[in-house]
């Protein structure tokens, strides 16, 4: 299977983490220059998605257009700072491991609690596939099929969400797939979520700061609380009762209309040790320039 991986320029360090994951599990990939936001412009930042982001998502378009040129049927797109597992060589050799009506397939995991459909076999003892009901961010580790990024190229021609939410966010209106699926446990985890790693410069994301600013919250002041009788609350409490019936039913609701149910999503470990080496050197080097004067 066709791997990309799509790397800003001015990040060699996460080309040579990837790249020794990639080797020690004897993956071949092409790298994809990412579009660097800091580069041009891509637009004002509005409260969908960040200028910033808008590029990583053309980045993304950028490396499914590379793939429909290949004229592969299938493509595994990795961002720079995941943490790949030592199962994900088994898991892309393996022909039966992604049936064919699948388009889109998410093989990492934020260990977000997500609604998933019922498991169905993916040829590896111990992984399961599972239709995404609910959303799972993040597009560190994907792998697409020939027909999807056609459609995707097709349509997504720019970008008013970040492409996570467009390719994973099911509860969005932005959520662009008829259907994406799930790998369980994952074969990908981001660095930033792995201790004691997550402070290394490697896991440091170039976007932070303008998702920072994008999710800032403003503080709004609660109403004040009407007054009111003993008889009226009396009342209130009484209606509550068929509220609360009906949010208790709510949950089997859901899982019999929609045949799933929420689960967590492990990463299927162990860290490569050439992932581990990689870290450690950067690490290194971060402690010798924090020592040098500004």
Same mark, same amino acid.
């Given at each position: ?6 790397n800003?320029?001015r990040r060699?360090d ?9 080797d020690?599990?004897?993956?071949p990939?092409?790298r ?12 004002k ?10 590029a ?18 299938r ?7 995941v943490?790949?597992?030592?199962a994900?060589?088994p ?7 992604i ?6 397939l ?20 111990g992984?399961?596939?599972h239709?995404l009901?609910?959303?799972?961010f ?5 792998v ?31 959520f ?8 369980r ?10 201790e004691?790693?997550?402070?290394? @410069? ?7 700061r303008f998702r920072?600013?994008?999710? @800032?919250?403003?503080?709004v ?5 009407p ?12 209606g ?51 020592e040098?004067?500004?």
């Open positions: 299977m066709l791997i990309l991986l799509i800003l320029g060699p996460r080309l040579e983490f990837m790249t020794a994951q990639l020690a599990l004897g993956l990939f092409e994809i220059e990412a579009i660097d936001g800091n580069s041009g412009d891509f637009g930042d509005i409260p969908t998605v960040t200028a910033a982001e808008r990583c998502a053309l980045s993304h378009r950028k490396a499914w257009q590379h793939f429909l040129a290949s004229g592969q049927q493509c595994l797109i990795l961002e720079d700072d943490i790949l597992s030592p994900l060589k898991f892309l050799d393996n022909p039966g491991s049936p064919r009506k699948i388009g889109l998410r093989v990492e995991t934020r260990l977000m609690r997500t609604r998933l459909g019922l498991p169905r076999g993916c040829g590896m003892r992984f399961r596939l239709r009901r609910s959303t799972h993040g597009t560190a580790a994907y697409m099929s020939r027909a999807f990024a056609e459609a995707a190229v097709r349509d997504l021609t720019d970008f008013d969400n970040p492409v996570d939410h467009v390719l994973f966010a099911t509860d969005e209106d932005c662009y797939p008829a259907e994406a699926y799930q790998l446990p994952a074969l990908g985890i981001q660095v930033e979520l792995v004691p790693v997550a402070n290394t @410069a490697v896991a440091a994301s170039d976007l932070e920072v600013t994008r999710f @800032a919250t403003i503080t002041r609660p109403p004040s609380r007054k009111r009788s003993k008889l009226a609350k009396v009342v209130r409490e009484i509550r009762i068929p509220r609360n019936l009906r949010a208790m039913g709510k949950p089997a609701y859901e899982a019999l209309a929609t045949r799933s149910v929420w689960r967590d999503i492990p990463f299927a470990g162990p860290i490569l040790p050439a992932a581990i080496a990689s870290l450690s050197v950067h690490r290194s080097e971060q402690a010798m320039q924090s040098v004067p500004a």
